[in-house]
């Protein structure tokens, strides 16, 4: 089983300024095998993954991971002029690989990035 959670640094992105944040997401393997760990992740047109275009899908590749250990990884989130206050929910699926090859464990989960103006 999968058990995956996620962290924002800092907590709060700027509106209408180019900003960026960084969403560290973790990963513990609950399972009695070890597995390949990767996510799916949906985030709102008004926010990106990359600096300089618009990419509101993405994949990360997150590891192997044993059993009972947790592993994680970082992604940039970007803001510009089209980031408005609101609060923004990212969807992440998170899929476990076992060692032939096919999903094992699936699991998705949601999490809220606030936007703020004046920070």
Do not use: Q
Request: hydrophobic share 40%.
């Amino acid at each position: 089983m999968l058990n995956p959670n996620t962290h924002f640094s800092p907590i709060r992105m700027p509106a209408y300024m180019r900003s960026e944040v960084e969403m560290e997401v973790s990963v513990k393997n609950d399972a009695s095998t070890p597995l390949w760990v990767e996510a799916d992740l949906v985030i709102p047109e008004a926010i990106s993954l990359a600096p300089d275009k618009l990419l509101s899908h993405g994949r990360l590749r997150i590891g192997i991971a044993l059993p009972g250990e947790r592993i994680s990884k970082k992604v940039r989130i970007f803001g510009g002029a089209s980031s408005y206050p609101d609060t923004y929910s990212l969807r992440l699926t998170f899929f476990g690989f076992g060692k032939d090859g096919t999903i094992a464990e699936r699991c998705e989960l949601r999490a809220d990035l606030r936007c703020e103006k004046g920070i």
